[in-house]
């Protein structure tokens, strides 16, 4: 028992065991979780009627950290009505607001707006709320995204619950810096 409690202990000291109490998780480590959930590495090679095909997608993504009037934008999801608008406030603060299709799937868009919003190492976090009042946590990470090459910025959210949308069931969403 004496060698079980030993072992515990320098198991403890040497950062092995998880401690007792909260982990506090910083807002760069959260920007840092987001990017890697948007990372795909793909390589297809086909051979059909004497036909050779090949295809190799790469996609990653690495947290972009500025300052927050180099965020100030319009973002949107590629080929959805999913829509975010950046303000950098004289204050220096951000002001955000959105647009998020129907749920019916009309192709109708509905306005969403964002309080309480902060921004420290590229981690977002606000209050969402609806155009029926309901208020909910809203975070996501600004990112520099690089599929095959080319470098957008943008802002990457995991959803707190899966969404269900012309068919496909999405977990995360990359509204891309629009020019």
Not at 16 to 27: D, S, V
Not at 39 to 59: L, P, Q, Y
Not at 67 to 95: C, I, M, N, Q
Not at 107 to 121: I, Y
Request: aromatic fraction near 8%; charge should be positive.
């Amino acid at each position: 028992m004496k060698s079980f409690v030993t072992v515990c202990c320098a198991l403890l000291l040497f950062g092995k065991l998880p401690r007792a109490g909260a982990q506090t998780i910083t807002p760069r480590e959260h920007t840092s979780e987001v990017a890697s959930a948007f990372f795909k590495e793909k390589h297809k090679v086909k051979d059909k009627k004497g036909t050779h095909t090949e295809v190799h997608v790469s996609m990653s993504s690495q947290p972009w950290v500025a300052a927050p009037a180099a965020y100030a934008g319009t973002y949107e999801v590629e080929g959805s009505a999913f829509k975010l608008t950046v303000e950098a406030l004289s204050s220096g603060h951000l002001g955000l607001a959105g647009v998020v299709p129907d749920a019916n799937g009309a192709g109708s868009a509905r306005p969403v707006k964002f309080s309480d919003v902060r921004v420290q190492d590229g981690w977002l976090t606000a209050t969402k709320t609806d155009e029926s009042g309901v208020a909910q946590p809203f975070t996501a990470a600004f990112l520099l995204q690089s599929r095959n090459g080319v470098v957008s910025q943008g802002l990457g959210t995991k959803l707190p619950q899966p969404l269900e949308w012309q068919g496909l069931v999405l977990n995360k969403l990359f509204y891309q810096k629009q020019k």
